[in-house]
């Protein structure tokens, strides 16, 4: 069985998205900032129906945790940036088109029930009873590879608390975004603790590896 791997991109004062989102700007304003540096590799652009890109360091980076995962798990959020019932969300379809790079099953933690939605390669299931469910359903298809929990904060900070987690990964912006939504704001009184596997640097984004300690 694979591991439970947590991967986002963050500001050095912690934000992973910046603060006022909209349909427009998901990410808040500045937010897009924290993923700029993915948006030039190759191993980006090619599952989005892309061509191009640069390629290196990030580039190998990124082409290598994407070939580990099997499975995503997503908070809402993350999926449409709604909270409330499907009916009720403009954006109930989720922000990824026809064809979403995932190309694996997704599972969608929710409080609102609703059939899978299927586009493209990729499956969205929208699990409704917890974080624990999601994992465990994200781990039986993925089989022998890793589930990948890929935001936002919220679902990041249930899985870490849980001990859900195997390995944090978390790539290092230097920008100041100054408000928005932190993450690891909701792990509660005895956080996690973990230990340096990694540190892989370039020009735009330091790329950290922790175990998390169990």
Not at 1 to 29: C, F, H, Q, R, W
Not at 40 to 64: I, Q, Y
Request: charged share 25%; glycine share 14%; proline share 7%.
């Amino acid at each position: 069985m694979g591991k439970v791997v947590a991967e986002i991109s963050l500001s050095l004062d912690g934000y992973v998205a910046g603060p006022n989102p909209t349909l427009e700007k998901p990410l808040g304003e500045g937010g897009d900032q924290l993923h700029e540096w993915a948006f030039r590799l190759k191993s980006w652009r090619e599952p989005h129906g892309l061509s191009g890109g640069e390629t290196g360091l990030d580039d190998e980076l990124v082409a290598e945790n994407l070939r580990a995962n099997g499975a995503v798990v997503m908070g809402r959020r993350m999926f449409s940036g709604g909270e409330g019932p499907w009916e009720d969300d403009a954006n109930a379809g989720g922000w990824w088109g026809d064809e979403p790079p995932f190309h694996m099953p997704v599972f969608v933690v929710t409080h609102h029930p609703r059939e899978p939605l299927v586009r493209g390669g990729t499956t969205f299931t929208f699990v409704t009873d917890g974080v624990a469910s999601a994992i465990e359903e994200a781990r039986a298809a993925a089989a022998e590879k890793d589930v990948l929990v890929g935001g936002g904060a919220n679902a990041i900070d249930q899985c870490l608390e849980a001990g859900w987690v195997d390995e944090l990964q978390l790539h290092l912006v230097p920008v100041l975004l100054g408000d928005g939504v932190r993450l690891f704001d909701g792990v509660g009184l005895e956080p996690p603790r973990f230990e340096l596997t990694r540190v892989l640097d370039s020009p735009l984004v330091t790329h950290l590896r922790y175990r998390v300690v169990k």
